[in-house]
């Protein structure tokens, strides 16, 4: 029988008040987890953290963070300590800039490995050490289709999400004698506030309708359309429960069939 039940599990999601970050908290408390999530503005961890999942055992609790700051970072690590060890870490914060690579900085690059991999190498050193002990744990990084079939107007941003995979691969092969699981989520399209934007901005500039610059957008996905962030969640719930006990070191591609390799 399937079982996605997370009751007595405690997750850490970061960069979770808005898209993807928000549909994953949701799903996992619903599954019975008490999750701690983090983000930077103060009204979204507020309004997130209300959340009243369907679970009577899961619960919701929200801290005001900087993930691209390191010592914010470790300051967020040091408030989840006092909320109980971390079972399930997903890593999600992360942004997408698209940039030309001649304007790019060093600055600009520093600045998307401290926030996108760094945080998440941060977090996972941390919270590693009592899932060994413990013998259980589970390690999601959300990375991106980015990170396997690189797109030159999201050059760093691929990067970075590359690094991600390659990091959990590796962790994967190190501990999983301790039944420490890595994986990695792959998202493609998937209709967020940043998509909203970004649609929003060639609508204004093509004076086309916004649902038109979607539809466009949708010809490339055999499935014809945007996923949704609870898509995203749904998988990333499999793979924090014992129905994916067996799974390790996978990098999933949740896009509707967009990717072309095999």
Not at 1 to 22: E, K, P, Q
Not at 48 to 67: E, F, I, K, Q, W
Request: net charge negative.
């Amino acid at each position: 029988m399937l079982n996605l039940d997370l009751s007595g599990r405690r997750a850490l999601v970061t960069g979770a008040s808005l898209g993807i970050g928000n549909a994953v908290v949701k799903m996992l408390a619903d599954q019975g987890a008490n999750v701690v999530f983090c983000a930077r503005g103060e009204d979204g961890v507020a309004e997130l953290a209300a959340y009243t999942p369907d679970s009577d055992n899961g619960s919701v609790h929200g801290l005001v963070a900087d993930m691209g700051n390191a010592d914010a970072v470790l300051d967020l690590l040091s408030k989840v300590d006092e909320l109980g060890t971390v079972d399930i870490l997903v890593n999600n914060v992360g942004i997408g800039p698209s940039r030309n690579f001649l304007y790019m900085t060093d600055d600009d690059w520093q600045h998307l490995f401290e926030l996108n991999l760094m945080s998440a190498v941060r977090c996972t050193r941390h919270c590693l050490p009592a899932m060994r002990k413990q013998k259980w744990g589970r390690v999601i990084m959300i990375a991106s289709g980015a990170g396997k079939y690189p797109n030159a107007a999201l050059i760093d941003y691929g990067a970075t999400k590359a690094a991600m995979i390659a990091t959990a691969k590796a962790l994967s092969k190190k501990y999983a004698a301790d039944n420490v699981l890595f994986n990695s989520v792959l998202p493609g399209l998937i209709r967020t506030d940043m998509w909203e934007r970004a649609a929003q901005e060639v609508a204004d500039a093509t004076e086309r309708d916004k649902e038109d610059v979607f539809a466009g957008n949708s010809r490339g996905v055999p499935q014809g359309r945007y996923g949704k962030p609870e898509e995203i969640a749904a998988m990333v719930t499999f793979l924090a429960s014992e129905a994916a006990s067996y799974v390790n070191g996978a990098a999933i591609e949740v896009d509707g069939g967009l990717a072309t390799h095999i």
